[in-house]
């Protein structure tokens, strides 16, 4: 199992707004994508704007293990020698993925393709989290795959004989599981195909069709064979929502802020934290959308504004899963409760957020009941306060950065412990929010227990 990071807590002083232009780090999703399809491809792809978080970090160590020599990251750029489909060589060791979901999974499928075997490890968060769900499909297709019997890490992939195509209804909404099953389906014979219960993220089809990889979508369904080649390209990577949330939301809860977040990524499958703010009455205006590679991006300037208590559209949960810490803080300084249902997958992920969340807030003094599939959240006041006090983020680097910004409407410091994960998907993230008003002390080394 990997090491786990020195642990780091932030102490954040209560009040202050949100000001200025903020550009956020590199999106999570798309630079885990660009580094496994730029070293699956035929010849050089430059890509900018790369994620430099321990997670897409980890994905690209991993592909350097196998023999894929890259330059950079630097400043975000990137460049990556392809080797083709069947390019990739042996690597000496495990590979070693962190704290990173989407690493294990997606390789998990790009790896049951390849003549050699592979073992996969992760920190103690990873080597908790359920893999049978990519396990399962893929071993249907022809792959050979070993995990603990709960269907953990550490993982063993072993090269399967033949892989072939699969026809795949999954039973939860994962752009994880589905990617998974596209890279594998890169190497079957015949046709793959993934249906998803509700939309997710689709960078993986996105990304395939910018390496000229032909793939058919027809509703709910995406399809490709095996036996193409991926071609070399150029891509440019917006700034992450999903860290961009956090801040949408600390500008929404603290009066006088006026922030605008550049070069966001707008991807409709992950806009899912927009739509849900605007709901609750936040004064989002999206200027200047454009193109970036492939995905739609655009400026968002968020002004503060008096949050109202939903219920959260279930069909929304998919499109803003990993923005709800950031929603629950949101939710907690509304008028009337919010509902949040159909959500049960926030359990398994860095931490189980639902819990996690509902103890936070509740030593913050808000009224919160967990669910098994979501939560109900007694919201406030737009105008009222919350209290200041020690909450543990578990490692989970989304729950210390919402957690963050909940010192805005706070009338006593919050200090946050076990951060250090922030790293993953958010480097320079204390940085990043005293240029914009909300300074955070780091306390490395300050005990976890
Ligand atoms: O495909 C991806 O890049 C991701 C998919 C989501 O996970 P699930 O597939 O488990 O929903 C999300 O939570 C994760 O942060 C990134
Ligand atoms: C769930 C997340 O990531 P992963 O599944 O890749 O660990 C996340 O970033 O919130």
């Known amino acids: 199992m990997a090491d786990t990071p020195p642990s780091l807590s932030f102490e954040v002083a209560p009040g202050g707004a949100l000001r200025g232009p903020l550009q956020v780090p590199g999106d999570k999703s798309i630079s885990h994508r660009a580094v496994m399809l730029a070293?699956?491809?035929?010849?050089?792809?430059?890509?900018?704007?790369?994620l430099e978080g321990a997670?897409?970090?980890?994905?690209?160590?991993?592909?350097?293990?196998?023999?894929?020599?890259?330059?950079?990251?630097e400043q975000g750029r990137l460049r990556v020698q392809g080797v083709g489909l069947h390019g990739l060589q042996a690597p000496a060791d495990a590979l070693d993925l962190g704290n990173s979901g989407t690493s294990m999974r997606l390789l998990c499928g790009l790896l049951a393709g390849q003549s050699f075997a592979t073992t996969l490890i992760g920190d103690a968060s990873l080597s908790r989290r359920p893999m049978g769900r990519v396990?399962?499909?893929?071993?249907?297709?022809?792959?050979?795959?070993?995990?603990?019997?709960?269907?953990?890490?550490?993982?063993?992939?072993?090269?399967?004989?033949?892989?072939?195509?699969?026809?795949?209804?999954?039973?939860?909404?994962?752009?994880q599981v589905k990617s998974s099953l596209l890279l594998a389906g890169l190497y079957a014979q015949g046709e793959t195909s993934v249906r998803e219960?509700?939309?997710?993220?689709?960078?993986?089809?996105?990304?395939?069709?910018?390496?000229?990889?032909?793939?058919?979508?027809?509703?709910?369904?995406?399809?490709?064979?095996?036996?193409?080649?991926l071609?070399?390209?150029?891509?440019?990577?917006?700034?992450?929502?999903?860290?961009?949330?956090?801040?949408?939301?600390?500008?929404?809860?603290?009066?006088?802020?006026?922030?605008?977040?550049?070069?966001?990524g707008l991807n409709p499958t992950r806009i899912g934290v927009i739509n849900i703010l605007r709901g609750m009455g936040a004064d989002i205006a999206i200027e200047r959308p454009r193109e970036l590679g492939g995905e739609p991006v655009g400026d968002l300037r968020v002004r503060s504004a008096p949050l109202r208590g939903i219920a959260i559209p279930e069909d929304q949960v998919p499109l803003a899963i990993d923005e709800f810490p950031a929603l629950c803080v949101a939710a907690a300084c509304a008028d009337g409760p919010t509902l949040v249902r159909g959500a049960?997958?926030?359990?398994?992920?860095?931490?189980?957020?639902?819990?996690?969340?509902?103890?936070?807030?509740?030593?913050?003094?808000?009224?919160?009941?967990?669910?098994?599939?979501?939560?109900?959240?007694?919201?406030?006041?737009?105008?009222?306060?919350?209290?200041?006090?020690?909450?543990?983020?578990?490692?989970?680097?989304?729950?210390?950065?919402?957690?963050?910004?909940?010192?805005?409407?706070a009338t006593s410091p919050i200090v946050i412990r076990d951060c250090a994960n922030v790293e993953t998907s958010f480097p320079g993230f204390a940085a990043a929010s005293a240029g914009v008003g909300l300074p955070i002390t780091e306390q490395r080394g300050a005990t976890d227990a």
């Open 344 to 409: 049960a997958e926030l359990r398994v992920k860095e931490s189980d957020r639902i819990q996690v969340m509902a103890d936070g807030l509740s030593t913050l003094g808000v009224d919160v009941e967990p669910q098994p599939d979501g939560m109900r959240i007694e919201g406030a006041g737009a105008a009222a306060q919350l209290d200041g006090g020690t909450v543990d983020a578990y490692g989970d680097h989304r729950i210390a950065m919402a957690f963050a910004m909940a010192a805005l409407r």
């Open 135 to 175: 396990i399962e499909p893929l071993t249907q297709m022809g792959a050979r795959i070993e995990a603990t019997p709960e269907g953990r890490a550490p993982l063993r992939v072993l090269p399967a004989k033949q892989l072939s195509g699969i026809d795949y209804r999954m039973p939860v909404a994962s752009a």
């Open 39 to 50: 070293a699956l491809a035929e010849g050089e792809t430059a890509i900018s704007g790369f």
């Open 197 to 229: 219960p509700a939309v997710t993220r689709d960078h993986t089809e996105r990304m395939l069709q910018a390496f000229g990889y032909p793939l058919r979508r027809e509703g709910d369904r995406v399809c490709l064979s095996g036996g193409g080649r």
């Open 231 to 264: 071609h070399a390209t150029a891509l440019r990577i917006p700034a992450d929502i999903s860290s961009a949330a956090f801040f949408l939301v600390g500008a929404s809860i603290a009066p006088g802020s006026d922030l605008t977040l550049t070069e966001v």
């Open 55 to 73: 997670d897409s970090l980890a994905t690209l160590a991993a592909f350097r293990a196998m023999g894929v020599q890259a330059e950079g990251p």
